[in-house]
C-alpha cells in the first residue's frame, strides 16, 4: 500500500467545506510538496500516485491563485501565470521525465507561496500564524513594526497597538485589555 493513498481517502471522506475551515491552503499546499520535495518523501512508484500528486497540485494552485483575487500584482501574476502553464503541459510518459515534471511544478507552486507571503497575502511562516478571525488573533507574527506610532502589523493584517487594542481587518476594533494605571487622588 502506498503511503500516498491513506491522505487521499481520509480527505475524500471529509466534507470539503469542513476541511477548508480546519486548515488553511497553504498549510495543505506545503503537505502536497513535502511529497515531491522533500529528500525523504517516498517515492512515487505508481501511475496512480503520480496522477494524484499532480492533482493535488493543480488544486493548490488554483486555490492559491483565488487568494490574490482581492489584490492583484502584476508580478505575481506572471508567476501564477508561469505556474499554470506547468501545469497545464502535458505530463511525460517517461518516469525520470515525470519526476523532473513533477519537482518543476512543486518549485512552481513553492514559488507561488513565496510571492504570497511577500505580499502579505497568506502566512508564510513554517508554523502559521492563526487567521484574523481566530480567538487568539493577536498571537501572530509581527510582520510590521512602527514604534514610532505605537503600532504592530501581524502577519494575519491585524493592527495591534501598544495599548493592547487592536483593528482587525474587517474594521472591527477590540478594546484594550491592560487595565489603565490608577490616577492618584489628591486630596
Known sequence: MSLLRLP??????????RQAQSRSVVAATR???AL???????????????????????GHLMELGHAA???????????????RRLADADVPTQYLNVRKHLRTLATAVATVITELAAAGLVCGHPVECP????QDCEAAKV????PEIGCSELCNGVLIFEDTGCLLPTGDVV?????????????
Open 8 to 17: 487521499r481517502s481520509a480527505v475524500r471522506s471529509q466534507p470539503s467545506v
Open 131 to 134: 487567521p484574523a478571525t481566530a
Open 31 to 33: 503537505e502536497t510538496l
Open 143 to 146: 510582520r510590521v513594526h512602527r
Open 69 to 83: 483575487l482581492d489584490r492583484p500584482r502584476p508580478e505575481f501574476d506572471a508567476v501564477l501565470a508561469a505556474a
Open 175 to 187: 478594546e484594550p485589555r491592560r487595565p489603565l494605571p490608577r490616577e492618584a487622588v489628591t486630596a
Open 36 to 58: 515531491v520535495l522533500d529528500e525523504n518523501a517516498p517515492l512515487l512508484d505508481t501511475d496512480r500516485d503520480i496522477d494524484d500528486v499532480l492533482c493535488r497540485l493543480r
